[in-house]
């Protein structure tokens, strides 16, 4: 396995080169580590400067919650409410959706569609329960293409009711920007290249915010890591170098802990994983994790340094740790109804037409509009649409998602999670829950859950670029 240490593509001009700040890879918990109920909260959505890259390198001008990018960790327990005061300090409209709760419809943040953008000066009070435990998170809706990438977003984790046992629980909230030789993000979001091929892929990737050098652990360690992929555009496929993390949560979701495939933890825009981590190496080793995703571009991340304290204990027989199960309703597939739901367009594509505003028109006159992508025939051009689908509410239902493109998308639905039961025709081994569900290009899933929360769900491709190149519909449930 050591020959994943040897990164293709030089580390250095991949991360703007030079030296860059060696940080803790973990947030602290902020002033907001404290669980009542009903707690209140304030993001205050405004430009700042952020060390990207660290000295010597000048700061880069961002989009921040309260000053920092990541914002910061919002973390509550199973079953609370919360308020969430949002102040929009920045020169454009936002929203803020809260991205896999299973929020009531006015809370979700989809501006026109379940609420008016917050303008600049306003501020907007959100305020819903959590009822799932595990890893979410929170970003824009409003221009999210360029929002996301200045940097608006930030982890919310719902404990569970019980503790965990592990020793650390750590956030990494995984983020790519593209940088231009004075660390100022590059301008150029939503050209139309990036919208038609794989989106707006970075140059430098952070984890909270920082361009980590180590990790910094101890032998005997148990570790839920808690990954969020905030990124635009990125996929990232993550090596443990002489580990075997386990897979406990996807997307919030527990699931039966389980070895990723070929040792790589793969994950697509808005995703997120919870790993157990057991540190099973000896005191004073080091190892570096790597991102193995986009041939030819593999890069290290970091380095996981053990400390040289004897071990915790012995990890040899331990066994993973499963989650408690969330409460959601288990869709019966027997009388589910079916339906289709197919992703077209993009370069190397065969889409040749689509509906725009209700008028069948050609690829010139989409592109023309900024569009190259659409789900069931329809560009999507803003948030406001006739329904692709009406579903009945308490019902269950199968989508079949068709990717009839050259190209990745992560798929996510609003206001639900879904079990993956199939892909490509095979049952899937673990039945998953997720809200985003990655595709490959010409891949289908099946997805099957109950439309149990009334109202407009967005449906669209967690791609940006994608979505705002018209891969989004709504799905309405009455
Ligand atoms: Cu994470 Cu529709 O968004
Ligand atoms: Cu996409």
Known sequence: M??????????????????????????????????????????????????????????????????????????????????????????EETTVHWHGIRLPNAMDGVPH??????????????????????????????????????????????????????????????????????????????????????????????INGRIPETFAARAGERIRLRLINGANARIFGLEFEGHRPQIIALDGQPVEPHAPLNNRVVLGPAMRIDLLLDMTAQPGQRFCIVDTFYRGLEYKLLDLVYADDAPLRDLANA??????????????????????????????????????????????????????????????????????LTLERNRPYILELVNDTMWHHPVHLHGHSFRVISRDGKPTRYREWQDTVLLSRQERAEIAFVADNPGDWMIHCHILEHQAGGMMGVIRVT
């Open 113 to 206: 569609l379940t609420q008016k953008p917050i303008a600049p000066g306003e501020t907007f009070a959100y305020e819903f329960t959590c009822p799932d435990a595990g890893t979410f998170w929170y970003h824009p809706h409003q221009r999210s293409f360029v929002q996301v990438g200045r940097g608006l977003y930030g982890a919310l984790v719902v404990e569970e009711r019980e503790t965990v046992p592990v020793d650390r629980d750590v956030t990494w909230v995984l983020s790519d920007w593209r940088l231009l030789d004075d660390a100022s993000i590059s301008g150029d979001f939503g050209n139309m290249h990036d919208v038609s091929h794989n989106g707006r892929v970075g140059n430098t990737v952070t």
């Open 319 to 388: 066994t993973p740790v499963r989650l408690p199960d969330n409460p959601l309703p288990e869709p019966n597939l027997e009388s589910a109804q079916r339906h289709q739901v197919t992703l077209g367009g993009g370069m190397m594509g065969s889409m040749r037409t689509a509906i725009l505003d209700g008028q069948q028109v050609d690829i010139r006159t989409l592109m023309h509009n900024g569009l190259v992508w659409a789900i069931n025939g329809v560009a999507a051009k803003g948030h406001v649409h006739e329904p692709l």
């Open 2 to 91: 050591s020959r994943i240490c040897l990164p293709t593509v030089d580390r250095r001009k991949l991360l703007l080169g030079g030296a860059s700040l060696a940080a803790a890879a973990w947030l602290p918990r902020s002033a907001l580590g404290a669980v009542t109920p009903a707690q209140e909260f304030t993001l205050a959505a405004a430009p700042a400067r952020a060390s990207l890259v660290g000295p010597p390198h000048p700061e880069t001008d961002v989009w921040c919650y309260n000053g920092s990018t990541p914002g910061p960790e919002i973390r509550v327990r199973q079953g609370e409410r919360i308020r969430v005061h949002v102040e929009n300090r920045l020169p």
